[in-house]
């Protein structure tokens, strides 16, 4: 059974920092790139950062670059998401993602956490 488990959520103030957690089972999660998305009231989801399977390389949303660091390890089958000097902006659900696109057959294997709350606010 797949599951993905996301924690770390809260409130903080402007200015603070967060980190989320996302505890991966069910799968090889060492095969998988693992991205953060996130949802604000009444807008899109949207990505805000990517880690390869390895860890080797990491892309981040504009909005969030130099403030959000995505890591992975993959012995403890986790990803994490640091967030400092956070914003109001910021406030949403944040999601865990799994993705695997085997190349010889096509097939993709898409896996997503339940989310967790991120609330920044004095």
């Not at 060492?30 to 991205?35: G, R, V």
């Not at 990517?50 to 080797?56: A, E």
């Not at 999601?95 to 057959?105: G, I, K, M």
Request: with cysteine; glycine share 10%.
């Amino acid at each position: 059974q797949v599951q993905l488990v996301e924690s770390g959520g809260g409130l903080v103030q402007p200015g603070g920092s967060l980190r989320l957690s996302c505890a991966a089972s069910g799968f090889t999660f060492s095969l998988y790139a693992m991205s953060w998305y996130r949802q604000a009231p009444g807008k899109e989801r949207e990505l805000v950062a990517t880690i390869t399977s390895t860890g080797g390389s990491t892309n981040y949303a504009d909005s969030v670059k130099g403030r959000f660091t995505i890591s992975r390890d993959n012995a403890k089958n986790t990803v994490y998401l640091q967030m400092n000097s956070l914003k109001p902006d910021d406030t949403a659900v944040y999601y865990c993602n799994a993705f695997l696109r085997v190349q010889v057959t096509r097939i993709e294997y898409d896996y997503w956490g339940q989310g967790t709350q991120v609330i920044v606010s004095s």
